[in-house]
């Protein structure tokens, strides 16, 4: 007995021994290193984002040229407006696929403006105008709680989360629009954000790298390495997917790659010039590609995990705060 209670001693203190934060005998590898600062992570709410994507949803389906477009416009500003230091709307008319002109809303919120430092967070916020992919009234317009509801309210909630622990960085909110109202050729999605990266909302606009959201709400979502976000942004991925793990979010975050999609990521890399990654629930081995519900009417509220949203905002809050502090 007085054994193993030795043994349980000398355990103890061994493990005592091991201090993270021991700084007076440092190991030779880490010296030339600057020490990292002790940072406060603000935890983030994936309930209350789960509520940000329902207020979208009540408003309509958010179809470019619709009432229920403009008054979500009115309100994502609005909205923006509490938290951020400027809020920008460029507001413009794009041609879509069959030639109709519809109004185009890009909501931009910054945060520290005069700062030249700067990182962009975006998502899509309109909603496709058809159920292409559903069996039934396939010409009706989605709901969009993932596609176009779940980016949005993540970054709503960031936004918030900065005007409670402001950063010195400077950060945009850049919410686009038209991103949906696509068919056939790929150029006909995403115009909104082909919009602004042929005109800017500043001359001579730049930020160090961009991560936009899509569909990043469903239950038991798996989000892969996207191929046109290693293509143009590696460096991108390996930061936000090392946050994510080093979060405690590994089983969303999969090191796999999947293979190189359209969305507004690939415009702000070709036309802007800005690596930007696609944090987006894609994998072209699955029988949809994107989530399974995805382009359907029951792209509802029923397939929205607040834990799917923790995951990632908690994620971008490790990106953010880290970045705050180099
Ligand atoms: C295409 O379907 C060409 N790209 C996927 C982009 C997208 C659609 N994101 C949301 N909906
Ligand atoms: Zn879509």
């Known amino acids: 007995m007085k054994k193993y209670l030795l043994f349980l001693l ?50 309509g389906p958010r179809v470019p040229g619709t009432p229920t477009h403009k008054a979500c416009a009115d309100w994502l500003e609005a909205t923006l407006k509490q938290s951020a230091d400027k809020v920008i709307v460029q507001k413009s008319e794009v041609t879509v696929y069959n030639g109709k002109q519809v ?17 962009m967070l975006s998502a ?26 779940s980016g949005v309210a993540v970054l709503l909630e960031i936004a918030k989360m900065l005007k409670q622990k402001p950063v010195k960085l400077g950060v945009d909110i850049m919410l686009w629009d038209v991103e949906d109202y696509g068919k056939g050729a790929a150029e006909t999605y995403c115009l909104g954000s082909q919009y602004w990266s042929k005109n800017k909302h500043i001359f001579n606009y730049r930020a160090k790298y961009g991560i936009l959201l899509d ?68 994998d072209q081995h699955s029988p949809e590609g994107f989530f399974p519900q995805w382009h359907t009417h029951e792209d509802n509220m029923e397939q929205i995990s607040s834990k799917t949203l923790k995951a990632v905002g908690q994620t971008l809050v490790k990106v953010i ?6």
């Open 103 to 119: 109004p185009m809303y890009n909501i931009i919120a910054s945060f520290n403006p005069d700062n030249k430092e700067r990182i």
């Open 215 to 282: 569909m990043v709400g469903a239950k038991n979502a798996i989000f892969y390495q996207e191929g046109t976000s290693l293509n143009y942004a590696k460096f991108v991925v390996d930061k936000v997917w090392k946050a994510a793990h080093e979060s405690g979010y590994r089983s969303y975050f999969s090191f796999d790659k999947a293979d190189p999609i359209t969305d507004d990521h690939l415009f702000i890399n070709a036309l802007a010039g800005i690596p930007t990654i696609d944090i987006i629930q894609y």
């Open 10 to 59: 000398i355990c103890v203190g061994l493990i005592s021994c091991q201090d993270p934060n021991n700084t007076s005998n440092p190991p030779a590898t880490t010296t030339t290193q600057k020490p990292m600062p002790k940072i406060d992570y603000p935890s983030f709410d994936g309930e209350a984002t789960k509520a940000l994507i329902q207020k979208q949803v009540d408003f």
């Open 321 to 326: 705060y880290d970045e705050d502090a180099r």
């Open 124 to 149: 899509h916020w309109d909603t496709r105008p058809f159920a292409d992919q559903d069996v039934e009234r396939v010409n009706e317009p989605i709901e969009g709680a993932n596609d176009g509801g």
